[in-house]
Nanobody, 124 residues
Framework: EVQLVQSGGGLAQDGGSLTLSCAGIGFTFEDLSLGWFRQAPGKEREAVSCISRSVGPSYYSDSVKGRFHISRHNAKNTVYLQMDSLKPEDTAEYYC?????????????????WGLGTRVTVSS
């Protein structure tokens, strides 16, 4: 069974940091790009960041560029999202995703596998 198992998240203060992790199970991890989406209450889901199979980070949304950093460790089948300088507007449910490609237009990229989501709350 294919799974994306998420961990991390929780509560942070304005300006604080959190790290999200996502472990892939049941598929060849290094064959897919990995990314993160988020959805805030009452808002549409948006792509946050993605990382290609082998060439490194490929995309960050304008809202997180310079504050978030995505990385992957293929030997551990895990992708990470380091979130620094958090803002209250980063509050959302964050979802890990496995996709065929990564780049601009990631919002519209078909997702092969989804994680179940993890809540991030940033207090002011």
């Amino acid at each position: 069974e294919v799974q994306l198992v998420q961990s991390g998240g929780g509560l942070a203060q304005d300006g604080g940091s959190l790290t999200l992790s996502c472990a892939g199970i049941g598929f060849t991890f290094e064959d897919l790009s990995l990314g993160w989406f988020r959805q805030a209450p009452g808002k549409e889901r948006e792509a946050v960041s993605c990382i290609s199979r082998s060439v490194g980070p490929s995309y960050y949304s304008d809202s997180v560029k310079g504050r978030f950093h995505i990385s992957r460790h293929n030997a551990k089948n895990t992708v990470y999202l380091q979130m620094d300088s958090l803002k209250p507007e980063d509050t959302a449910e964050y979802y890990c995703a496995a996709t065929e490609v990564c780049g601009s237009g990631y919002d519209a990229t078909p997702v092969k596998h989804w994680g179940l989501g993890t809540r991030v709350t940033v207090s002011s």
